[in-house]
């Protein structure tokens, strides 16, 4: 009897996404898919979106999903917003199938969210987490931790409600330790739910691993730095957002990471009392540069500030 209900739950969502619940793919694409992420974490964008053009060739679901999963790494290391939007506009369309499909909703409510749809990605997000939910496959489980972890987060209030946040966390931690294509995105997801429950010493330790496979990752350079500023290890977290900051100027102009570097450094050298060179990073914000992009830059460091008046 449970089998049958369980057949008659699972089946409708297969039948809506088509194809099976699997990120698997045959060997030759699997390899193919696996030297995306290597190119990507590489900083070698245009590498990986050839890479995923040719995935695309035998596969046009999977290579869609693929390239623009490329473009938001492209965006999140060099502010390339241009990219987000087109990866937005792309996700739209990707004729994927089975936990592909999933994927896909997954990566367009993370570009919902990040270019000011906060609603919309949030329901795309669940239809993708539902399906993932339905598949034993190791992958689609982190998917789905990442999205139950934060409901769970949202109704660990109420009396009674059963928290499995500690099962989600132990799922991510062990897959992104395995996963080649996927592990960026599972290891930086864990990363900010331990810096969530507060525990930054584990979350250093993550920035620590990541950086262990992509020694001086630009991204998770800053991600450490993060870290160790809520650590109070101001002089270190001030050392890597220098020349964070001085490193995107030369890659990337006054990017959106320049600008969080500059921003983060605003308000490390406020709590040392430094105040000679909190006025010095400061003033760079005068920026126009800064003033047109500041809609861009997280929500949570632009609010600090703010609120201990640090911004003009």
């Not at 938001?72 to 506009?89: E, N, P, Q």
């Not at 539902?130 to 999205?147: V, W």
């Not at 931690?173 to 584990?202: E, I, Q």
């Amino acid at each position: 009897m449970f089998t049958r209900i369980l057949a008659l739950v699972v089946l409708p969502f297969a039948l809506a996404f088509g194809g099976s619940l699997t990120l698997a793919l045959p060997a030759p694409l699997m390899q193919l898919s696996e030297q995306v992420t290597e190119k990507s974490m590489a900083l070698d964008y245009d590498g990986a979106m050839a890479l995923a053009k040719k995935v695309r060739g035998s596969d046009d679901g999977v290579g869609c999903v693929l390239e623009n999963i490329v473009r938001v790494s492209r965006y999140d290391d060099l502010g390339d917003t241009a990219s987000l939007l087109k990866a937005g506009v792309n996700l739209e369309k990707c004729a994927s199938t089975g936990l592909w499909e999933a994927l896909r909703k997954f990566e367009l409510g993370y570009v919902q969210s990040e270019s000011g749809h906060s609603v919309k990605g949030a329901m795309t997000t669940r239809s993708a987490a539902k399906l993932f939910e339905e598949s034993p496959e190791q992958e689609a489980r982190a998917f789905y931790a990442i999205y139950a972890y934060y409901i769970d987060k949202s109704f660990s209030w109420v009396p009674f409600k059963s928290d499995r946040r500690s099962e989600y966390l132990a799922v991510l931690d062990s897959v992104a330790t395995g996963s080649k294509r996927f592990w960026p995105l599972y290891l930086t997801s864990l990363v900010w739910m331990h810096y969530d429950k507060g525990d930054f010493n584990a979350g250093l330790k993550l920035a620590q691993r990541g950086l262990g496979k992509v020694p001086n990752h630009p991204v998770l350079l800053q991600v450490k730095a993060d870290m160790l500023y809520r650590l109070k290890r101001y002089k270190e977290a001030a050392a890597i957002y220098e020349k964070s900051a001085a490193d995107y100027m030369a890659r990337t102009g006054k990017s959106i990471r320049y600008w969080c570097a500059v921003m983060n450094l605003v308000r490390i050298y406020a709590d040392m009392g430094d105040k000679v060179k909190m006025q010095a990073w400061r003033e760079k914000l005068n920026d126009d540069t800064f003033k047109k992009m500041k809609n861009w830059m997280p929500g949570s460091l632009t609010d600090d500030l703010d609120k201990r008046d640090l911004l003009d």
